[in-house]
């Protein structure tokens, strides 16, 4: 009865619309038109040979990958190096996290600025020191505007999952490792073998946010290219607002929104697997 | 599990049940609880006015035309939402799709009006527009209502004229000894004499993929002529697209990448970083719409010694095109009138100020931009670039809207990508016109299972030649 | 090498790293007090300190978004918690029957984008009636619910059983076990989640934009982004916004901060 509140709500605000949005893939129409056409799988099988629902897959792919690898290293780095009660880490941390509390507009804007080709800073700086042939059109390029827009987003974010861990790290009893450092293990021993285990859960809670996140991302890819150039950085996200708010294909738009919905249960169930693992091991 | 998971969707169907029944549905504007007039005559009658006004000075301005309205008409009170623009685009198919739409609305004309215009949701206002010897039509500039109609109906009125040019830094022209080109070919021996390592011949901005289609839309116009495009566009028409001049337009935008005229990866470059380019003087040309004038001129965000340095001239003529060369290219965005309001009387009465010469020439005065209202512009309250604009408008043979604004929504991005590619050199002009035939063919195909044949683009008249 | 030397060192490039994260920022608040050549010189400095930016972000209403933004922050986060927790409680300690089923439902949340719901959802308050405030609460109450309670859950797991058994021995309920055992200790977890909520509501975008009908509800976003006109945008002005925007939740994470630690220090967890 603990959980009844929680998913009352949960049904009735999320739940209930989701359904809805799953019913309409089923048609084709238009917000602005109350006739709405039967399709049956119509739309999912013109999804299959859809080439840009490809390139956003890939793209989210990427952005899963991607993310994990550069968040998660460098939050566990400093949630471990910067994570103690003195006041100058405090201090950093503030620093660290704060990027995630300015606007995702703004966000956009000054790393649009200092990615710009012709006025921007990074250009700027690789011909100062003489590697011109360093300089590119960043967002402007089909081959680096995702990774552009992830390094960004890891900039963003990191400081939050450094938060998440830390959470999990302060559970670790002190003494455990009073116990190593008398036993004489190394830093990098202590953390391989006791910290990173006793971390597993949240590690995991960690790397399902990461995931979960670069599934949805979208604001900062639609403030900064909009999925171009000629949808190179298109994810299913921002595919699906265009389909339903630019080209007006509402049913088509909630067939992409319900494979994200089917992305998230695999996602979902691995990880309800994995920690249910991990209480039948404890 | 299974009593939590029933007394949760029993709850949650209770807890629905009571919200739906419990409440008066449908207020219009979203739930904003508006007075509505009762039987009595007691309070004013409140529309809701959506708008993408949302910066300075076009809010200001349209508050003052709203106060000096309700001042002369204390039945009627206007609550003016401003939306930013690209926001506004999702927030009122939304609120269209749910049925609460806003009393008038902003919007663009073409496609996206006619978009609008299909399911029913807007108010045709043709007999107004045709009262007391079609008082109303007459005061509107130009032929712009044109593109507010569709099979004989008008649905709204146009209000901002907003055209596109070749912008020119007049001080790099006399440097060269350039004058501004008539033809194409003059044009590209233009580009190619004001090139230079630290200067492109034109700034292009196409992060947002409409500015590199200016140049397609152009060339297609200049080479077969307003009235093929527009039958040609027709989602319900054939869409063969099987004139050569489709894959010529695309191609002489090709190679003029290929020329090396743009700036480095205008596909990563913003349209406010191409401005930048032009008035730093890093570009000698910039292709952009005439909103633009405020942020050159005097009080602009262009430096001081840039104000007096720049001039335009319009796309050149293609030699032997079929198109009137001497068409203008624009889009006229407007205010309509929703189907569903309540109060369409007074929603009339409100848009007929608006577009009175008193309420023109008052938006004019302050935002210095071009409203399609007979004698608004001024010599009194407009600047010399602004006289020039509108006596250029009126003397235009025809104003040609944009491709993306005349294609079917989907079909235009196909273009938009398309152009996009092309800048990058990633797709053929041939491709492109072949993801446009398929993307039609779709689009056909529905509008038919929607039933209606109705919906064809009313032909404008002949161009004349 | 001492220990000192090299606690020294580390902290020299963390403190490295973090001017490099705060760079943006740092450009922000310089930014906006610049009176012009945002786009053309990016990293010059003011001429002198112009607080036109900050008059005319002020002349834009910022105060009475800042407002709004307020109320509808500490709302919601407030009754996020309040329901998260205990299911969070009973996903961690409670076995019944289809519990990794039920938290499995709730997860699922975490993936849905705004924009996927955002039409059933508009329907769904233009049904109910209500407007402004509300209409937005809900959603973001219900939104912010799957993280809320994965990260309490993943905490309440690492609680020590013999915590619960003691209290149960006591004759407590399960409602007073979590709010006077589980919840103390858990507050980094709380903090946690208050921050990050918070900072997320702030600046959500999507459901503010669509569900708010009047402008006098709007909230920060919305208002920021008044400021970009259809061609030609006062970027200055945003930057102020920005700025004044970032202090509250600035200060909020400052307060939290102290808690997260306190769980630390208390070594309540042994």
């Known amino acids: 009865m603990l959980v009844l509140p929680a998913a009352v709500v949960f049904a009735f605000y999320i739940t209930y619309p989701l359904l809805h949005t799953i019913v309409l893939s089923a048609y ?11 399709q049956g799988m119509g739309n999912y099988v013109e999804l299959y040979h859809d080439p840009v629902l490809r390139v956003a897959l890939i793209n989210n792919g990427l952005w899963i990958v991607l993310s994990l690898v550069l968040q998660l290293p460098l939050a566990m780095l400093l949630a471990l190096g910067i994570g103690s009660a003195l006041r100058r880490h405090r201090m950093l941390r503030t620093l660290f996290f704060s990027p995630l509390i300015v606007p995702a507009v703004a966000v956009g804007l000054i790393w649009q600025l200092f990615y710009e080709p012709n006025f921007g800073a990074l250009n700027a700086l690789f011909e100062a020191i003489g590697l011109d042939g360093w300089t590119a059109g960043w967002l402007g390029d089909p081959k680096l505007a995702t990774l552009c827009i992830i390094i960004v987003s890891s900039w963003r974010y990191t400081g939050f999952h450094m938060m998440i861990l830390l959470a999990g790290l302060q559970a670790i009893p002190d003494d455990i490792y009073e116990a190593a450092r008398i036993d004489g293990a190394s830093a990098w021993r202590t953390f391989w073998h006791i910290t990173l285990p006793l971390m597993k859960r949240i590690v995991l809670v960690d790397a399902l946010l990461i995931t979960v996140g670069s599934v949805k991302i979208f604001d900062l890819i639609w403030v900064m290219t909009e999925g171009g150039p000629n949808r190179a950085s298109e994810v299913l996200a921002t595919y699906m607002y265009r389909t339903a708010f630019s080209d007006d294909r509402m049913g088509y738009a909630a067939a992409i929104a319900t494979v994200m919905l089917v992305l998230t249960l695999i996602a979902t169930v691995i990880y309800v697997r994995l920690t249910g693992q991990e209480e039948a091991e404890a | 599990m299974r009593h939590l998971t029933v007394a949760l969707w029993a709850s949650a169907a209770i807890l629905a049940t009571v919200a739906l029944g419990g409440c008066p549905s449908g207020q219009p504007g979203g739930g ?10 007691g309070p004013a009658v409140e529309l809701q006015m959506w708008t993408i006004w949302s910066a300075e000075p076009r809010k200001s301005a349209l508050d003052q035309i709203v106060a000096n309205f309700e001042a002369a008409h204390p039945g009627i009170r206007i609550n003016v939402v401003p939306t930013e623009p690209d926001a506004y685009k999702s927030r009122i198919r939304v609120v269209t799709g749910s049925g609460s739409p806003p009393d008038i609305f902003f919007v663009w004309s073409g496609e996206w009006l006619h978009n609008f215009v299909r399911g029913d949701n807007v108010l045709p206002i043709t007999a107004e527009l045709d009262a007391n010897n079609s008082e109303w039509r007459d005061r509107v500039m130009g032929d712009a209502l044109k593109w507010y109609t569709f099979d004989g109906e008008t649905y709204g009125i146009p209000f901002l004229r907003q055209c596109t040019f070749f912008f020119y830094n007049t001080q790099l022209f006399e440097r060269d000894n350039v004058q501004p080109p008539a033809t194409w070919n003059e044009f590209l021996a233009a580009c190619d004499t004001l090139k230079r390592p630290d200067v492109a011949p034109i700034a292009l901005g ?8 200016h140049y397609v839309s152009c060339l297609w116009q200049r080479l077969m002529g307003q009235d093929q495009l527009v039958s040609d566009f027709d989602p319900l028409g054939p869409g063969a697209y099987d004139d050569p001049g489709y894959v010529k337009g695309l191609q002489m935008f090709r190679d003029l990448v290929e020329r090396g005229v743009f700036n480095r990866a205008p596909n990563g470059t913003t349209r406010e970083n191409a401005r930048a380019l032009f008035y730093t003087a890093s570009a000698a040309m910039f292709y952009t719409g005439t909103w633009d004038l405020n942020a050159l001129r005097e009080g602009g965000e262009a430096p001081e010694d840039f104000w007096d340095t720049w001039d335009w001239f319009n796309f050149p003529a293609v030699e032997g095109g079929r198109g009137d060369q001497q068409a203008l290219h624009g889009g006229a965005d407007g205010y309509v009138i929703s189907s569903k309001t ?10 007929k100020y ?49 491709a993306d604004t005349l294609l079917e929504r989907s079909v235009a991005e196909v273009l938009l990508d398309g152009c996009q590619a092309l800048v990058e050199g990633s797709i053929t002009p041939e491709q492109i016109m072949d993801n446009m035939r398929a993307r039609q063919a779709n689009v056909k195909r529905h509008l038919q299972e929607l039933g209606g044949s109705s919906m064809e683009v009313e032909t404008p008249e002949n161009e004349a030649g | 090498m001492s220990r000192r030397l090299a606690a020294r060192l580390s902290d020299a490039f963390y403190a490295l790293l973090a001017l490099i994260f705060m760079l943006p920022l740092i450009w922000t608040v310089v930014g906006s007090f610049r009176a ?19 008059a005319a972000a002020w002349e834009g209403k910022i105060g009475v978004y ?5 109320v509808v922050t500490v709302i919601s986060v407030l009754v996020i918690i309040a329901l998260s927790a205990p299911a969070a409680y009973a996903f961690a300690r409670l076995r019944f029957r289809g519990s990794s089923l039920m938290l499995g439902f709730i997860l699922t949340g975490l993936l849905i984008p705004a924009h996927a719901v955002l039409i059933p959802l508009y329907q769904l308050n233009a049904a109910l009636g209500v407007g402004d405030y509300l209409a937005i609460i809900g959603p973001y109450v219900a939104f912010g619910l799957p993280l809320s309670v994965l990260l309490l859950r993943a905490y309440f797991v690492e609680i020590p059983r013999e915590l619960m058994e ?27 989640v208050a921050i990050f909520q918070a900072s997320w509501i702030w600046n959500e975008l999507p459901f503010a934009l669509v569900f708010i009908a009047s402008g006098s509800h709007y909230t920060l976003p919305i208002g920021l982004l008044s400021f970009r006109g259809e061609h030609i945008t006062d970027w200055g002005a945003i930057l102020a916004g920005v700025t004044i925007s970032v202090v509250p939740l600035m200060v909020l994470y400052l307060l939290f901060q102290k808690h997260i630690v306190r769980g630390l220090t208390a070594g309540a967890v042994k």
């Open chain 3, 36 to 54: 012009s050549g945002l786009r053309t010189e990016p990293w010059g400095l003011p001429e002198r300190l112009n607080l036109s930016n900050y």
């Open chain 2, 32 to 41: 904003a609880v508006t007075p509505t007039t009762g039987e009595s005559a």
């Open chain 2, 354 to 402: 608006l577009n009175s010469v008193e309420a023109a020439q008052l938006f004019v005065e302050q935002c210095k931009e071009l409203v399609l209202v007979n004698g608004a512009v001024t010599e009194q309250n407009a600047d010399e670039h602004l006289l020039r604009y509108a006596r250029q408008v009126e003397a235009a043979p025809t104003i040609v809207p944009w």
């Open chain 1, 28 to 38: 084709s129409w238009s917000a602005l038109n109350p006739v709405r056409t039967w």
């Open chain 3, 66 to 70: 800042l407002l709004n933004s307020t």
């Open chain 2, 206 to 213: 196409n992060s947002v993929k409409w500015p590199a289609h």
């Open chain 3, 166 to 192: 003691a209290a149960i021995m006591d004759g407590a309920g399960h409602m007073r076990i979590l709010w006077t055992i589980f919840m103390p200790i858990a507050k980094p977890a709380v903090a946690t």
């Open chain 2, 342 to 351: 309540a109060h369409p009387e007074e929603a009339i009465t409100f848009l």
